[in-house]
């Protein structure tokens, strides 16, 4: 199985997210934000960074790039999309995801080792998790408080949508703990901390974080 | 030539780190009496020709779709400065 990663200009985390792809038994395809083509890939990481330097608003303009013409439709599509970070953010500006992630309310970048709670084992990227299973991995954002109106809030809670919730803390001001969240049909999920850093015991807090690797390459049949 | 000035605040709702990190400031400076501090963004936009309302409902739209995201934020839009050209006030 084929996994696409995209690099944008300031993105920093694409190569580790090719690793993970790699560590978790797929193959890796670079892709580029410039060029209208996935390359046939069965599924898209996109990754953390700084995509043209969080100016603006963080993936404000990454989703305007011309890869995302492609994106965007093969995930309207069912292609298994995941944003993580930077990533997320692209994803909710490019309204594939509903909300937004603003400032940390904290007003710092934070770096830890985040406890995370699986609230939907039934997406694309979290299928071979256990719902309500406890994951540790890397967390590092300036601006990943997830934000949405409250009617927004109760139709993700009440659909399922709400894939990971923070424990242990709430690290940035995320409405209602939201760490992760997914579209109605469980194929794009965005998720503020970084699963492709916890993939190998070599580095990182441990290998939590390679099940959404695993899960995509391995797709139950009863995603939603 | 037009000036077209797009501003874009956090709506009221949205929580401004940012302003109230400039808040603290102006306490800590002993500059007394300010109830809150909301920071945005602003943008100056320099047009050639003639602003119509074709290109002015495109300003709206790069206002709604790039400048702005609507879930958490809000712009207003007005004209700054517009000259006479070729005898028509536009």
């Known amino acids: 199985m084929r996994i696409g990663v ?8 694409d190569g580790d997210a090719r690793r993970a792809v790699e560590v978790a ?6 892709l580029w934000h410039g060029d209208h083509d996935l390359r046939g890939v069965d599924a898209v ?3 953390g960074g700084f995509s043209y330097g969080d100016y603006l608003r963080c993936g404000a303009i990454a989703r305007f790039a011309p890869v995302m013409d492609e994106l965007v439709d093969a995930a309207r599509g069912g292609l298994p999309v ?7 953010q692209v994803l909710c500006e490019s309204h594939l995801l509903s909300g937004a992630l603003i400032r940390n309310a ?12 699986i609230e939907n084992a039934d997406t694309a990227w979290t299928s071979s998790y256990a719902a309500a299973q406890h994951l540790t991995i890397p967390l590092k954002n300036g601006e990943g408080g997830y934000v949405a109106d409250e009617a927004t809030l109760d139709r993700l809670e009440g659909e399922g949508r709400v894939v990971a919730r923070y424990l242990g803390g709430n690290p940035n001001g995320s409405l209602r703990d939201i760490a992760g969240i997914c579209n109605e049909r469980g194929n794009v999920v965005g998720l503020m901390p970084h699963p492709e850093h916890a993939v190998e015991a070599l580095t990182g807090p441990g290998t939590d974080g390679l099940g959404f690797f695993a899960s995509v390459l391995s797709p139950v049949p009863a995603t939603r | 030539m037009a000036r077209v000035v797009i501003d874009v605040m956090l709506k009221s709702e949205i929580l401004d780190p940012q302003g109230k990190a400039v808040h603290g400031a102006l306490d800590r400076l002993g500059y007394a009496g300010v109830v809150d501090v909301r920071q945005g963004k ?6 050639d020709g003639v602003l119509d309302d074709a ?10 779709s790039l400048l702005s995201n609507p879930v958490i934020e809000d712009y207003r839009v007005h004209v700054e400065t517009v000259h006479v050209e070729d005898g028509v006030d536009v």
């Open chain 1, 6 to 13: 995209v690099t944008f200009p300031g993105s920093l985390d």
């Open chain 2, 55 to 64: 290109r002015l409902a495109d300003i709206h739209r790069l206002a709604e």
């Open chain 1, 106 to 117: 904290g007003r710092r970048f934070v770096c830890r080792d985040q406890i995370l709670r």
């Open chain 1, 25 to 30: 038994g797929g193959e890796s395809v670079a």
């Open chain 1, 45 to 47: 990481v996109l990754p």
């Open chain 1, 82 to 88: 995941l944003g993580i970070c930077n990533g997320f």
């Open chain 2, 42 to 47: 602003r943008f100056e936009i320099e047009l």
